[in-house]
T-cell receptor, first 114, second 114 residues
C-alpha cells in the first residue's frame, strides 16, 4: 500500500530536549516536505526536499532542521524545542514536486513542548 | 504572491442538506487549485483539483467545485451531505512552474448534524 509513515504519532517533551520525528514514503517520490498545522493558521511549510541531499527552507524554518540522505526518508529535527513549537506536524510527498501534483500526507505527529 | 482565504472557520449543516464551502484566492498569474479533506486523526487527502479546462471539477465522495476566474473563487459543493463528511476541508493554491509551492487556507470544519 502506498503511504507516508510518520513516527511517533504523539510526543510530549520538555524545552531544550532534542527530538526527531521520522517520515518515510514507499512510493519512490522525489519530493518531500514538512508542514505544521496550527488552529486558525492552516498548514505552513517548514522545509522541503526536491531530492536526495537537496533541501530548502519553507515559510517557517526557524528552530527546525532536516536531512535527506535517502530518497525514502525525510526526518524533522528539533535541536532545542521550545513551547511555540507545540503543533501538529505533517510530512508529505509527491512524485516530482511539480505544482500540479497531489500531495500524499502522513497521519501527523502531535507534539507538545512543555 | 499567492494566498487563499477561507472565510468560514466552521459550517454546521444537517444531514442530507446541501453544503457550500467557500474559497477565494489571490494570485498575479494563472493558478492550480485544490481541495483537501482531513478526517479526524488523519492526514490530508486530495478531494479534487483544477488545473485547466472545464471550470466544474468533480471529486471523490460526491463533491464538486467550480473555478470562477472573474470572482477568483473555487467553492466546494455537495448536494447532500452525510455524517461521514464531517471533517476539516482545506483549499489550496499553487502557481505553474517552479517547485511544489502550495499555499493552504486556514481550513473549514464541516459539522454534519444528524
Amino acid at each position: 500500500e502506498a503511504q507516508v509513515t510518520q513516527n511517533p504519532r504523539y510526543l510530549i517533551t520538555v524545552t531544550g530536549k532534542k527530538l526527531t520525528v521520522t517520515c518515510s514514503q514507499n512510493m519512490n517520490h522525489e519530493y518531500m516536505s514538512w508542514y505544521r498545522q496550527d488552529p486558525g493558521l492552516g498548514l505552513r511549510q517548514i522545509y522541503y526536499s526536491m531530492n536526495v541531499e537537496v533541501t530548502d527552507k519553507g515559510d517557517v524554518p526557524e528552530g527546525y532542521k532536516v536531512s535527506r540522505k535517502e530518497k525514502r526518508n525525510f526526518p524533522l529535527i528539533l535541536e532545542s524545542p521550545s513551547p511555540n513549537q507545540t503543533s501538529l506536524y505533517f510530512c508529505a510527498s509527491s512524485s516530482q514536486g511539480s505544482t500540479n501534483e497531489k500531495l500524499f500526507f502522513g497521519s501527523g505527529t502531535q507534539l507538545s513542548v512543555l | 504572491a499567492q494566498s487563499v482565504t477561507q472565510l468560514d472557520s466552521q459550517v454546521p449543516v444537517f444531514e442530507e442538506a446541501p453544503v457550500e464551502l467557500r474559497c477565494n484566492y489571490s494570485s498575479s498569474v494563472s493558478v492550480y487549485l485544490f481541495w483537501y479533506v482531513q478526517y479526524p486523526n488523519q492526514g490530508l487527502q486530495l478531494l479534487l483539483k483544477y488545473l485547466s479546462g472545464s471550470t466544474l471539477v468533480k471529486g471523490i465522495n460526491g463533491f464538486e467545485a467550480e473555478f470562477n476566474k472573474s470572482q477568483t473563487s473555487f467553492h466546494l459543493r455537495k448536494p447532500s451531505v452525510h455524517i461521514s463528511d464531517t471533517a476539516e476541508y482545506f483549499c489550496a493554491v499553487s502557481e505553474p512552474g517552479g517547485y511544489q509551492k502550495v499555499t493552504f487556507g486556514t481550513g473549514t470544519k464541516l459539522q454534519v448534524i444528524p
